[in-house]
């Protein structure tokens, strides 16, 4: 895939997620080291950072941010929507078309689950490519991280805008 091709899937509003996912994928480098098997790409998935942040803890580093610089929207994974047979979860009957806000770390659960809601920001449409200052980070890209700490619950130190070592933003 050309970079420019990924740039125009990624501008593309109406891109299946197939194609977004394969350019994300293309722009982030997101292939096996050894393998070079490619690696599943998607939207950032709040209840699982949710889960992450009750296993490890509420402070994160966001990493290759710089890869949305080129994105008409950004959305954010809110909700699940239970697709399986009738279960007893969390205390209560799980049914065919419930919506779970929580990661459910049970496989009988995950097997049968499908995106819910998203969330969805504008994008800056400008590169954050190198930056190292939060005050040059664009208004929208500002306003979504603090969302997504709003939400999820979660600190953001660091922001990595690139490749190189010093390409990082201290929140």
């Given at each position: 895939?050309?970079?420019q091709s ?11 997620k197939?194609?977004?996912g ?10 096996g ?16 950072l ?6 490890n803890?509420p ?8 890869i949305?610089?080129s994105m ?22 799980l ?9 459910p ?7 049968n689950l499908s995106?819910?809601e ?9 590169s954050?490519r190198g930056l190292?200052?939060?005050d ?5 890209a500002?306003?979504?991280?603090q969302k997504?700490e709003?939400?999820?619950g979660?600190n ?9 070592r010093?390409?990082?933003i201290k929140?």
């Open positions: 895939m050309r970079p990924c740039m125009d899937i990624m501008r593309d509003e109406n891109s299946s197939e194609d977004v394969k350019a994300i994928r293309h722009l982030a480098g997101e292939f080291t050894t393998t070079g098997r490619a690696r599943r790409t998607g939207w950032l998935d709040l209840p699982i949710k889960y992450c942040r009750d296993i803890g402070d994160f580093i966001i990493t290759k941010f710089d949305l610089d008409k929207k950004i959305r954010l994974l809110k909700s699940y929507v239970y697709n399986g047979k009738d279960i007893f979860y969390d205390g209560q009957i049914r065919k078309g419930d919506i779970i806000e929580e990661f770390a049970e496989r009988q659960i995950l097997e995106a819910g998203f969330i969805e920001f504008d994008g800056w449409m400008t954050t190292q200052e939060k040059m980070l664009p208004k929208k500002i306003e979504m991280l997504i709003k939400i999820a979660i953001i130190g660091f922001v990595s805008t690139g490749p190189n010093e390409d990082v929140m």
